[in-house]
């Protein structure tokens, strides 16, 4: 997609967003692009920001301030036109405890509005990609965290997204489906689409990402592609650490107590 400047709107625009709790402000007006068509990961430590800016930039929770638009259209202005566009794994991940999966996918896929046939070809190419054809008539509320983490995606996908958000879409993941989780999503990125997603996991925003942004008590510490923010720093973890101020803090004179003889 190419605007009147010539540049391609980016996959998403955040402008001069702020969330305040009472007195605790968890997102400190932030301004944001995020390009389209990439692997963007949203890293931080506990409490930075991100599960709240996520949350405001897919519309489920309201800014106190600010603006937001997906692919273009504004995110609280144009709620449908978004949401028809982006799928989303929150943290949580609340889901219908009491349908199987398939019906789960049978049920976000008419949601949608697809055709039941369209829902049913999707779903069963889902389920068998990532490895739930076996447990497809189960009940989600006996799935385990990554069988959720995998429904919840499956789900988040059947209508072919322009954008995904996922957050911490590894916690809880055994390797063998995050290695299923990263072949269907560098499939998915590899087409086009962008995938935003947030994590702790260093490694994995390394291996995985091509664009990252670092969010540290509320505001955007750095952002761009990976070599940008790593800077000279010989790892994505050495840069992080750095950018948010953590380096070097040594815990075991605190924790004198701990371990040896005396209990
Ligand atoms: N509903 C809420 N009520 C009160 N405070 C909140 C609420 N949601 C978030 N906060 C506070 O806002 C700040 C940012 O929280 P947020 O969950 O967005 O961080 P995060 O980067 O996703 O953290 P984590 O990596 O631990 O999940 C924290 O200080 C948190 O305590």
Same mark, same amino acid.
């Given at each position: ?13 955040? #402008?001069? *967003?702020?969330?305040?709790?009472? #007195? ?8 944001? &692009?995020l ?9 931080? @430590? +506990?409490? /930075? ?11 489920? *929770? ?16 144009? @709620?449908? /036109? ?7 794994? @929150? ?6 405890e ?11 896929g008419?949601?949608?509005?697809l055709?039941?046939?369209e ?8 389920l068998?990609? *990532?490895?739930?054809?076996? /447990? #497809? ?16 995606l499956a789900?988040a996908?059947?209508? +072919?997204? &322009?954008v ?6 590894f ?6 489906? !995050? ?5 269907? *999503? ?7 689409a ?8 260093m &490694?994995?925003? &390394? ?5 990252? !942004?670092?969010? !540290? ?6 952002h761009?592609?990976?070599?940008e ?6 790892t =994505? #973890? ?16 605190? =924790?004198?107590?701990?371990?040896g003889?005396?209990?």
């Amino acid at each position: 997609m190419t605007d009147a400047s010539g540049a391609g709107t980016p996959a998403v625009r955040v #402008q001069g *967003l702020w969330k305040r709790f009472g #007195q605790q402000v968890a997102v400190a007006g932030i301004d944001l &692009e995020l390009p389209a068509g990439k692997f963007i990961g949203l890293v931080g @430590p +506990n409490g /930075a920001g991100k599960t709240t800016t996520l949350s405001m930039v897919t519309g489920l *929770l309201r800014p106190d301030q600010g603006s937001v638009s997906v692919v273009g259209h504004d995110v609280w202005r144009d @709620p449908v /036109a978004v949401k028809a566009r982006i799928g989303v794994l @929150p943290e949580g991940l609340r889901l219908f405890e009491r349908l199987s999966g398939r019906e789960l996918l049978s049920y976000s896929g008419r949601l949608r509005g697809l055709p039941g046939a369209e829902v049913d070809k999707r779903a069963a190419q889902l389920l068998d990609v *990532l490895d739930l054809a076996g /447990a #497809q008539h189960k009940l989600v509320v006996d799935y385990s965290t990554g069988m959720r983490k995998k429904i919840g995606l499956a789900a988040a996908l059947l209508h +072919n997204p &322009e954008v995904l958000f996922l957050d911490e879409p590894f916690e809880g993941v055994d390797p063998v489906s !995050a290695q299923i989780i990263r072949g269907v *999503l560098e499939r998915y990125t590899a087409s086009g689409a962008t995938v935003v997603f947030s994590s702790h996991v260093m &490694e994995l925003v &390394e291996s995985l990402c091509d664009w990252v !942004a670092v969010m !540290a008590a509320g505001r955007i510490r750095a952002h761009g592609t990976l070599d940008e923010v790593r800077g000279e720093a010989p790892t =994505l #973890q050495t840069a992080f650490l750095e950018l948010v101020g953590a380096r070097g803090r040594d815990a075991s004179s605190d =924790l004198d107590w701990l371990g040896g003889g005396a209990r």
